[in-house]
């Protein structure tokens, strides 16, 4: 951010062979004065006025260094270095002018890029935890973005892209495509930043609402097409998947077809539930936020399949535990294959073990049988 400081020198040059006379530092900050010019006593106070005026949106001030203990000519022109290094400063403000209108006393202009409510809308962040509450709450209003602050940052905690991937991981039912936000920092380095995101849709907000309501309506019409009531976890977890499966398998127009912001949704729960061009994103979203509906704990797993990316689910209970991946069960004739940890090695599948709950390490007696048995009688098979 290039940032410029004017200073009319031309009643400045009076001050050129002032003598510099070091005191001992003394914290003070400005007073104001009964015609609302501001007399700080030292350069501390002088730079706190000036980070005052930003962060409250003013356009100038004026102040006076009559009692000043610094050197006036040489602190006046560092003010423009104070406000590129605050973090609030760098991001608002694009330059800052400073014009002398009479012995000891300077006006100030600050010159903005971002308009006042901009600026009022900064939220302080205390750390991590609190960032990731924000950026969950803003997307699940499909705002636009946020701006924060933090006094703490760092790249691994403060990783919007991760944090925005793991929520809408977490909540498909938000219906925004993966992509990865778009982030500023400001100043470019040091702990005290000011952090822009804006995220990226895929479309304009009012449509993400539109989508939303769009797949929640899908997901209640097929879960009052099953009879799910008294069944047992592995049951339930079978008849959604199978009736996920027969939805998207119908015959749908080519991806070509599809308007730009509806083929950037391919990847969510809307792409497979409502536009019915399923992708592995999109199966495992649908499938957790179905599971989801019927009260059931269904994970999202991002892992590899035979050393390639790849996607697929964990439901998860008290007595129920298995992988499923409806992706490579899409056209199957069969029901879609439940496996355990082991089996799921065993065909080629990796992921880190250490983030997701295990499953059993045998099937129960008869379990397969059971899943089998119940899918077959309940559906006429």
Same mark, same amino acid.
């Given at each position: 951010m290039v940032c410029i400081l004017a200073v009319s020198t031309g009643c400045l040059s009076f001050l050129e062979n002032e003598r510099l006379?070091?005191?001992?530092?003394?914290?003070?900050?400005?007073a104001e004065l009964p015609d609302g010019v501001y007399a700080p006593a030292n350069y501390a106070a002088l730079r706190d006025w000036v980070l005052t005026l930003i962060?409250?949106?003013?356009?100038?001030?004026?102040?006076?260094?009559?009692?000043?203990?610094?050197?006036?000519?040489?602190?006046?022109?560092?003010?423009?270095?104070?406000?590129?290094?605050?973090?609030?400063?760098?991001?608002?403000?694009?330059?800052?002018?400073?014009?002398? &209108?009479?012995?000891?006393?300077?006006?100030? &202009?600050?010159?903005?890029?971002?308009?006042?409510?901009?600026?009022?809308?900064?939220?302080?962040?205390?750390?991590?935890?609190?960032?990731?509450?924000?950026?969950?709450?803003?997307?699940?209003?499909?705002?636009?973005?946020?701006?924060?602050? &933090?006094?703490?940052?760092?790249?691994?905690?403060f990783d919007v892209a991760a944090i925005v991937e793991r929520i809408l991981l977490e909540e498909p039912e938000l219906c925004i495509p993966p992509l990865p936000p778009l982030v500023s920092l400001f100043p470019d380095t040091g702990n005290r930043r000011v952090i822009e995101i804006r995220f990226q849709y895929g479309g304009e907000t009012q449509?993400?609402?539109?989508?939303?309501?769009?797949?929640?309506?899908?997901?209640?019409?097929?879960?009052?097409?099953?009879?799910?009531?008294?069944?047992?976890?592995?049951?339930?977890?079978?008849?959604?998947?199978?009736?996920?499966?027969?939805?998207?398998?119908?015959? &749908?127009?080519?991806?070509?077809?599809?308007?730009?912001?509806?083929?950037?949704?391919?990847d969510t729960s809307y792409g497979t539930l409502v536009l019915q061009h399923p992708t592995a994103m999109g199966l495992a979203l649908a499938y957790k936020q179905l599971c989801h509906a019927a009260g059931l704990d269904c994970r999202l797993v991002a892992g590899q399949l035979e050393r390639g990316a790849h996607v697929w689910n964990l439901v998860a209970g008290d007595e129920f535990s298995a992988h499923v991946d409806l992706s490579i069960d899409l056209y199957g004739d069969e029901p879609p294959i439940f496996r355990l940890d082991r089996e799921m090695e065993e065909a080629g599948y990796s992921w880190d073990v250490f983030r997701y709950p295990p499953t059993p390490e045998e099937w129960p007696p008869g379990e397969v049988e059971m899943f089998a048995a119940e899918y077959n009688i309940d559906n006429g098979g």
């Open positions: 006379v070091v005191l001992p530092h003394i914290e003070q900050y400005a962060r409250a949106g003013r356009e100038e001030g004026i102040v006076s260094l009559s009692s000043y203990t610094g050197n006036r000519s040489e602190d006046i022109h560092l003010l423009g270095g104070e406000f590129r290094n605050d973090p609030v400063g760098n991001f608002a403000v694009e330059y800052m002018s400073v014009r002398s &209108t009479g012995r000891y006393q300077w006006k100030v &202009t600050i010159h903005y890029r971002r308009s006042q409510n901009e600026v009022a809308g900064i939220l302080p962040v205390s750390g991590p935890v609190m960032l990731e509450g924000l950026v969950r709450q803003s997307l699940r209003n499909a705002e636009v973005g946020l701006v924060v602050e &933090t006094l703490r940052y760092n790249e691994r905690d449509q993400i609402r539109q989508y939303r309501a769009s797949t929640q309506y899908a997901v209640l019409s097929l879960l009052d097409s099953l009879d799910l009531a008294g069944r047992e976890p592995r049951a339930q977890a079978l008849l959604l998947a199978e009736a996920l499966r027969d939805r998207v398998a119908l015959p &749908t127009a080519s991806r070509a077809a599809l308007p730009s912001q509806e083929e950037a949704l391919l």
